[in-house]
């Protein structure tokens, strides 16, 4: 007899989404606090990345509006996260900011976003956190502009390398309570169409970094 769709438990992502928004659901109280020592990196990546003051961002995961304070005032900003408390929190930032900000709730896996809608998109502390971080970047692939960039500040694997034993020790727990550790992001950008064009060591001794992709052939490929 044929099982009855409805008796089947949710597909593994569906439990791991689930799972996220519910631990920063927890965390967003107190995320500012935890996210401090990463703070002298993300504003490298911003640094680097340079945004035109008039480019349209958007915030894939904004958390609670860490970015903010490294935009200009000048920017169209769009912010969007899973978790209505983080959502708010970004909304309360922007208002102490002085900024205006349009904020979302909604999914990085599949942005409310018609095509071609920002020329800059910030992937912050997010790729390692989702379940599903190639759907994330193709969703940002999709509502870039022609020639629009990605910035991309998060812990990776090193290319041709293996974990350390550390790693492999802590990843187990890492992923549960907060991030993937031995996640890479070359094989993330591979079925895409961005491409690598800067890759740097942005802090806490080379295991956090910050990368440029841009929408487009040529960079240093996937």
């Known amino acids: 007899m044929p099982t009855d769709p409805t008796d089947l438990p949710p597909p593994p992502r569906t439990w791991a989404r689930w799972w996220n ?10 995320y500012d606090a935890l996210a401090w020592p990463m703070e002298r990196g993300r504003r490298r990546a911003i640094r680097w990345l340079d945004p035109a003051p008039n480019a349209r961002i958007l915030l894939s995961g904004c ?5 903010l304070r490294y935009l200009s005032p000048e920017t169209p900003i769009t912010a969007l996260d899973a978790v209505p408390a983080m959502v708010r929190r970004t909304e309360a ?8 900000v349009d ?5 990085a896996h599949a942005l409310p976003f018609e095509e071609d809608t920002f020329d800059v998109v910030l992937l912050h502390l997010l790729l390692s ?9 193709a969703e940002a692939a999709r509502v870039l502009a022609p020639g629009g960039r990605v910035s991309i500040y998060d812990k990776f694997l090193p290319p041709d390398t293996s974990p350390s034993l550390p790693r492999r020790a802590l990843n187990p727990a890492a992923r549960v309570l907060v991030s993937d550790f031995n996640r890479r992001l070359r094989p993330m950008l591979a079925g895409t169409d961005l491409h690598l064009v800067a890759h740097r060591d942005a802090g806490l001794w080379g295991l956090y970094t910050a990368s440029v992709v841009c929408l487009g052939p040529g960079g240093q490929g996937g």
Not at 21 to 30: E, Q, S
């Open 93 to 100: 930032r922007a208002r102490t900011l002085g900024l205006t």
């Open 63 to 67: 958390g609670t509006g860490l970015d």
């Open 103 to 107: 904020a979302h709730v909604g999914d």
């Open 129 to 137: 956190v989702l379940p599903d971080p190639e759907a994330v970047l």
């Open 21 to 30: 928004r519910t631990r920063y659901r927890l965390y967003a109280p107190v």
